[in-house]
């Protein structure tokens, strides 16, 4: 598989039932990746690296979230 630099954690995952686009996904044959950027690649202001390596590779950024957790998420 392709490596990414580390803080990059892509996983490339189907589309669940319980999406309400999941279908239009299917009649399609697409696929998602959902990537994690990791804190500590984030602290180092490598995640503007890291997205340009991906789109690099090919895949589109459609959405991006930043998501702090607390101790009791997590």
Do not use: C, Q, W
Not at 3 to 9: F, L, P, Q, T, V
């Amino acid at each position: 598989g392709k490596r990414y630099s580390k803080g990059a954690g892509p996983v490339r995952t189907t589309i669940g039932e319980d999406r309400p686009d999941a279908s239009i996904y299917k009649e399609l044959n697409l696929e998602t990746t959902f990537a994690i950027i990791k804190p500590d690649a984030v602290e180092a202001k490598n995640a503007g690296k890291i997205l340009a390596r991906m789109e690099a590779e090919g895949f589109r950024v459609v959405a991006m979230k930043l998501h702090r957790i607390t101790k009791a998420e997590a």
